[in-house]
């Protein structure tokens, strides 16, 4: 989503997610769709903004591609770097290596996602 800063209003990521792993699923069909790279930090973007990406906006970034039919979801990434550099501020970690409050919030989806698996089945 950081590189759609000047294309797609911010709430609408989660909706841009969601449709390129239906547009993923629909070419290679029964073929698991892992989406990688899913900004799960801050960010400089374009080497000018910051993305700052809050705990609820990653929950849905993750919640809109699991529920749009990925088998998985990674986020970039887990270590903090300095900002400015080339790869921005991307961190589930804060500077001294404990997790943030953007990882707590995954660890709630995960909670919750196992729950209701458990009581619905596989979607």
Not at 13 to 40: D, H, N
Not at 55 to 83: K, Q
Request: hydrophobic share 40%.
């Amino acid at each position: 989503p950081v590189f759609w800063h000047s294309q797609v209003r911010r709430e609408d990521y989660p909706g841009m997610i969601a449709a390129g792993v239906r547009a993923l699923a629909a070419q290679s069909p029964g073929k698991p769709i892992e989406l990688t790279e899913v900004v799960s930090g801050n960010c400089i973007t374009t080497g000018s903004r910051v993305g700052a990406v809050s705990a609820p906006e990653i929950i849905r970034f993750y919640l809109g591609a699991l529920a749009a039919g990925a088998d998985t979801v990674t986020g970039w990434c887990l270590n903090a770097r300095h900002r400015d550099s080339e790869t921005g501020e991307f961190a589930l970690l804060d500077d001294d290596d404990r997790p943030s409050g953007r990882s707590r919030a995954l660890g709630r989806l995960r909670a919750a996602l196992r729950d209701a698996i458990r009581v619905t089945g596989a979607w």
